[in-house]
Every structure is written in C-alpha cells, then in structure tokens.
C-alpha cells in the first residue's frame, strides 16, 4: 500500500469515526484539493483536518484508543500532530468568536480562516468522501503568500487544480 492510500484511508477512518461520535471536523490542506479534484493530484506530507478545541479531548481519546500516537512538532501554534504507521495528521484547532466568527487561537493572537470555511460540503473519489472546506476558501488560503518557496510551488499547483474546478460546466 502507498502512503497515499494509507492517507486516504486514514481519511475514511476518520470522517467515519468522528462522524458517529459527533466530532464536527474538515479536511483541509493538500488532501481537500485531491477530494475536491476526485483523484490525487500530488505526494502530500499528512493529511489536514480542522477541528473545534472543545473536541480535542474527546478526539485525543479517540485517536489513541485507535493506536494514533501523539507527535507533536517543536514550536506548534494552534495544531497538534499525530501518527499511526506512515500517516501523518495535523489537527488544526477551531474556535468561534463572540460574532461567530471562526478562527485558529493563537498564543499571540488567532489566525483567520476564509469565510465560508466550514460548512457541510463533501467530496471525495475512490468509495472515499469526507467533509471538506469549501472550494472557494481553499482557493483564497492558497492563494496567499508563503515564507517557504517549496510550499508557495505547491500551492501555485493547488490554485490550479483548483480554478479549473472552477471552470467545469455545472452538471
């Protein structure tokens, strides 16, 4: 099995999971792209999924009783990371504010999400679907600046993918 299969199934895993528990979550990143385009588009690094603070405990439990370790990375700002074989998931934290404004709570601050970010889409290819940002908020975070070359060029490739969704005759 490839690592993007072990990904994807990892995907199916916990859309399946975390819906029956009642763990509202969305795939995002890299991965929301392929889910969007129905087929892989590129090698992804881990599987992206936001998910509201008040749930990690609960999710935590969850992952680890399902043999997920724990793996956080030096200097984490509102995300945590696990691991379980070849896969890699980053869990991104979720927090509304007092305008209902969504948002990722930051030790300096919060880092802002694109509107329309979470709603009830879903996409998927290969007997795989999952609950993902919508495309448009993708396309917006992608298109933004990035310190990293390497990662500017992937998400030039995303923008891409992306937009010729975008331009698909609606059925």
Known sequence: MTVADAQLRAIAWLDERLGAQGIDHWVFGGWA???H???VTRDHADVDVAVWASDLGRL???LEDDGWTHAPEPGERGCT???????RLELAFLARD?????HTPLPEGRGEWPRGSFGDERAGFGGVAAR???L???IEDKSGQRDDPAAEAKD???VAVLTALTRRPQR
């Open 132 to 134: 993902v940002v919508g």
């Open 98 to 102: 007092e305008a209902g404004t969504v």
């Open 156 to 158: 030039r490739a995303d």
């Open 33 to 35: 792209v392929d889910l």
């Open 37 to 39: 385009a129905g087929r």
């Open 136 to 138: 448009a908020s993708l």
């Open 60 to 62: 935590r439990a969850l």
């Open 81 to 87: 990371g696990f691991e379980r074989g070849r896969v």
